[in-house]
């Protein structure tokens, strides 16, 4: 595997070997204690929130944000279409069941199909719970339009902002909005903890019982004692210590991600038929983190699909991905409501990821851009 070009491995450093030895010497083996302490104020403090709670997972602080909604079972949660399962399995974790929504030419969820699916279920003497929001590949949603259509339906967001630390909507961090926003700190994310993720909030009540469900819901007295069902949610001290070290290196982490997203595009505006996938930044501070960077392949005009892209790569042993498979026409999910018009099944057959890592030195993507434009009809 030495030669070969991953998409996002993770980006470590002597900064995160030494946090981890200096977690390790403390003593705090076990669960929690101070690098998480520091670890959700520095979060809270960068996310553009009161409060955040780290958590072992992105998925698992998408349960709880919905949890603590009142989510269960009977209910119905709108979202994305396009997105990672871990969305959608959130959801049915809960008991609910997810209402899939199309995205718009941008690639994220349209507002216009949002709208209407929660016309078509009123219409129909039905009411969605809530809205769950997902930030797409860095990308953040139309924060303003969606808080529109959610208070005129009386309805509380969730921001799936796993794909976006360090993205900007109008100048605020992505994490800023909804009721409680989610991150995910995976091992291919923008910044890892090898596992984990967090819930932010600016509610000291929902940071309370995030903590509260997340610990096993134990009770604070003396022995072990249970009212409800939790689960065993939280991060270690241990990996807190590394979030900690990535998070102080996010800014260059994102600097070297955009610069890679700025060479797929200058590669794009010379092959017709070939654009990169998702808005571009705005003059009002919507900006979004590169995390990872995908073309969309007109197949009429470039000359190649985007399966014969991806092919081409894997010979030269690079690897690339599809855009996400869309949840509506999942297996697992065919018997469950959606509002969609194709475009997402048309980004999905037409996209490709490629590597954007910030690991990633400028000579490796150069091989990434030399093998493109080495397809017999993406030369011009």
Known sequence: MAD?????????TDAEEQALIRAFRTGWIAPLGPEVDAFEQELAEFGGRRHAVALSSGTAALHLALLNLGVGPGDLVVTSTMTFAATTNAIIYTGADPVFVDSDETGLISPVLLKKALQDLEREGRSASAILTVDLLGHTVDHDRIGEIARAHGLPVVSDAAESQGATYRGRPSTAFGDSAVLSFNGNKI??????GALLTDDPEVAARTRYLATQARRPVAHYEHTEIGFNYRLSNILAALGRAQLERLPSMLERRREIRAAYTRL????????????EDTADG????????????????AGFTAVQLRDHLQKDDI??????????????????????????????????????????????????????????????
């Open 4 to 12: 070969r070009i991953l998409l996002s491995p993770p980006d470590v």
């Open 191 to 196: 910044m890892t903890t090898s596992g984990g």
């Open 268 to 279: 794009a505006e010379s092959i017709p038929g070939l654009t990169v996938f998702g808005p």
């Open 286 to 301: 919507t900006r979004g983190n590169c995390w990872l960077t995908s073309v969309v392949v007109d197949p009429d005009v």
């Open 319 to 380: 690897e690339s991905r599809p855009l996400w498979k869309p949840m509506h026409l999942q297996p697992v999910h065919e018997h469950h409501r959606a509002t969609v018009d194709g475009t997402s099944e048309c980004f999905f057959q037409n996209g490709v990821t490629l590597p954007s890592g910030s690991v990633h030195r400028p000579e490796t993507i150069d091989r990434v851009l030399d093998s493109i434009s080495q397809l017999p009809t993406a030369s011009r």
